[in-house]
């Protein structure tokens, strides 16, 4: 099922687009969708449009009033508002960074970031240029089919270049950077201490270890650079359970008030 349709990133404002064949198919034989059927959707922005299935080549867009949809039923208003959540993931081996990214859009973040640490067991360092075109492309239909059926309002982006984790602090630097680590730390606050008082217009970057978790000589180089470290106090989770319940955790204390300590 389709909550809503995300434009193409090649979309600026026109008032019809040619489909691709991918789309179209889709639209007419999967959803079958028939001429004259309206649904909402998003831009690359987050901005709301009404659509229309002129033919099986071309949809009719137009900005929706109010920013409110003719058709919107199933988006996420729960997530307006709040601070924007990044989430910085580790390198998970086999599939599981597919389901980080799936669960990770669904829930409503603003950005997705690999990283390669010294515990990950894939290695981004060796892929050729081809292979990290085709992986970037194949998370960015992960990407859009979540938009898709979530209705998420939030328009989820993957930043393309997998990061090494000394370049963690500096990505970070303009908003709160958090990670998560499997032991406690010396001088280290809850989640809701740290998220209290964050604004709306906040950024709050997320970070997530691999299978192996963090060593000590990251934690430090982390703290360093101005990084919080947090202990969820959990059963011991696998790397992309710990990704989905940070993000949920986090999402459900900005939205309550007032925040609790986790």
Not at 26 to 39: I, M
Not at 43 to 67: C, F, H, M, R
Not at 127 to 149: F, G, L, S, V
Not at 229 to 241: M, Q, S
Request: charged residues 20%; contains cysteine.
């Amino acid at each position: 099922m389709m909550r809503q349709s995300l434009l193409p990133k090649t979309y600026a404002g026109e008032g019809t687009l040619t489909l691709s064949e991918q789309d179209s198919r889709y639209l007419t034989k999967v959803l079958r969708y028939a001429p004259g059927t309206c649904f909402n959707g998003i831009d690359q922005s987050g901005k709301v449009y009404d659509l229309v299935l002129i033919d099986k080549q071309t949809l009719g867009i137009s900005p929706a009033e109010n920013g409110k949809a003719k058709q919107e039923s199933d988006t996420l208003p729960s997530v307006k508002g709040l601070p924007r959540l990044h989430l910085l993931q580790c390198l998970c081996k086999g599939k599981k960074d597919d389901s980080i990214i799936r669960q990770a859009t669904e829930i409503g973040v603003l950005s997705i970031t690999f990283v390669q640490s010294r515990f990950c067991v894939s290695d981004a360092s060796n892929k050729t240029i081809k292979a990290m075109k085709a992986r970037n492309e194949r998370y960015e239909a992960i990407i859009k089919e979540a938009i898709q059926q979530s209705g998420s309002a939030i328009p989820t982006s993957l930043t393309p270049e997998v990061l090494g984790i000394e370049e963690v602090p500096e990505f970070c630097k303009n908003g709160l950077g958090i990670f998560f680590h499997q032991e406690p730390l010396e001088n280290q606050q809850s989640l809701g201490e740290l998220l209290a008082g964050q604004t709306p217009n906040a950024d709050i970057y997320l970070f997530v270890g691999s299978e192996g978790g963090f060593s000590a000589e990251e934690c430090a180089l982390l703290k360093q650079g101005g990084m919080f470290p947090v202990l969820l106090k959990t059963n011991i989770l696998r790397a992309e359970t710990a990704a989905v319940y940070a993000l949920a955790a986090c999402q459900s204390l900005l939205q309550e008030k007032p925040h609790l300590p986790l």
